[in-house]
């Protein structure tokens, strides 16, 4: 069974940093492709980035050079690391797998709040 735990949110001003952790369990996850998403209320879940098995990345243009993700395969785990930040950023964010260019609806875990004020 999959796990995703996601951790690291809070409350940051604007311009500030966090970093996202996301530790993965129940998947092979060296061969795992991982995208972050992010949710406001009333709104579908946005993706964020996209690291592949092989470390590519691909960003949302509103996050582009100011968001990175990586991946720690020693320690199933995914990043997102956040700079900059703006209060358009305020969101729950989400990690998960991703197959066929699509995340796993069975998947989501709770997810984490980011917060930015302004």
């Known amino acids: 069974q999959v796990q995703l735990v996601e951790s690291g949110g809070g409350l940051v001003q604007a311009g500030g940093s966090l970093r996202l952790s996301c530790a993965v369990s129940g998947t092979i996850f060296t061969i795992t492709d991982m995208g972050w998403y992010r949710q406001t209320p009333g709104n579908k879940r946005e993706l964020v980035a996209i690291i592949t098995k092989l470390g590519s990345t691909n960003y949302a243009d509103s996050v582009k050079g100011r968001f990175t993700i990586a991946r720690n395969n020693a320690k199933d785990t995914v990043y997102l690391q956040m700079n900059s930040l703006k209060p358009d950023d305020t969101a729950v964010y989400y990690c998960?797998?991703?197959?066929?260019?699509?995340?796993?609806?069975?998947?989501w875990g709770q997810g984490t709040q980011v917060i930015v004020s302004s």
């Open positions: 998960n797998v991703i197959r066929s260019g699509n995340p796993i609806d069975g998947f």
